[in-house]
């Protein structure tokens, strides 16, 4: 079995997170991968903070094991969610989208501990700094938000330049990319579009049915011009968005109000023509919809099945 650092600081089983997707990452999601001995998390974008609240409750009702919330700090309800984990004895957070810095005291005399995900070295120094539990050292091949290094140079980047425990995201679809990770120095990873085929994943059976039939070029970077890059699927709508960003006659304020609302748009209604699947460059290697603990299983079970043979390779 693979255990790391971060299973005895959070109390879990296996080494892998379920990334907090926003409008996806529900109580059932969460739950489900928390059951299958990873952390589940829950988004605390789901319809406002009163529905959070919600979720996290129905959390408890579905599992016994540790789960988290995952915090996008530039939400307008981010200080409100701030509160709201602490009111409801959520122990572990992670966070993205902006600084916690405003929030750390208060989580830290909570008990709470702190997961930041970081797009750079100096963004995990800062996180050290302010008291972070461990990071989750995320690249460009993520699905959603994305920064500018990928995963394979910036992994190692960040575990050399810090001294508290690092997870690696962007990319990892099953035990090959763990065991990359782990042999790396990562004490765990965080998968997020895998976990979008699960039978416990919520999003529409379009979104899943695109997902199974994307190829290894099937995700495109929108956003940029507008300092807000995501990776998505190619669709009606990703590729109308990125040739609204070529065309100079096209304003930042028209193309916002473009892709206003088309993440539920793809998520609720599975709308091609409007919404914004987001998905990494992983989505290539799905081939078929799987519960959360099979994927658990896979990832992990198979991770360690790669490492035990990893001798083998070298002569003495």
């Known amino acids: 079995m693979i255990k790391s650092a971060i299973c005895d600081i959070l109390g879990i089983e296996k080494p892998i997170f379920q990334g907090g ?18 952390l589940g998390l829950i988004s605390s974008i789901n319809f406002g903070t009163e ?3 919600s979720e996290i409750r129905k959390a408890r009702e579905l599992t016994d094991k540790p789960f988290g919330v995952n915090i996008m700090l530039a939400a307008p309800n981010a200080s409100e969610i701030a509160d709201l984990v602490v009111e ?13 810095s405003p929030y750390m ?5 909570a008990g709470i501990k702190v997961i930041p995900v970081v797009a750079s070295v100096a963004y995990a120094l800062k996180m050290q700094e302010l008291g972070a539990t461990a990071l989750i050292a995320e690249g460009a091949e993520s699905g959603g938000h994305v920064g500018d290094i990928h995963t394979m140079a910036l992994v190692p980047q960040v575990i050399d330049a810090v001294n508290i425990p690092v997870l690696a995201a962007g990319g990892i679809f099953d035990g090959r990319g763990a065991a990359a990770m782990f042999m ?5 990873v965080q998968v997020g579009t895998r976990f979008l085929v699960a039978d416990e994943c919520l999003v529409h059976e379009v979104y899943k049915e695109r997902l199974i039939k994307a190829s290894d070029v099937s995700t495109i970077v929108t956003g940029k011009t507008l300092g807000d890059a995501v990776r998505s699927l190619k669709t009606p709508f990703s590729k109308k968005f990125a040739k609204m960003e070529a065309d100079p006659s096209v304003s930042d304020d028209e193309i916002r109000a473009f ?15 409007d919404g914004s699947f987001l998905a990494g460059e992983v989505a290539g290697m799905i081939k078929k919809k799987e519960t959360a603990a099979e994927i658990v ?3 992990i079970g198979g991770a360690e099945k790669l490492l035990l043979q990893a001798g083998a390779l070298v002569e003495e």
């Open 21 to 38: 997707m926003a409008w996806i990452a529900d109580a059932k999601l969460a739950a489900a991968v928390s059951n299958a001995g990873g």
């Open 51 to 53: 529905a959070v609240r």
């Open 88 to 100: 409801e004895g959520v122990k572990i957070v992670t966070t993205g989208a902006g600084s916690p």
């Open 105 to 109: 005291a208060k989580w830290k005399a």
């Open 184 to 188: 790396m120095g990562a004490c765990g």
């Open 259 to 273: 892709g206003t609302g088309a993440m539920r748009k793809a998520v609720f209604d599975g709308n091609l023509q």
């Open 297 to 299: 299983d896979d990832i």
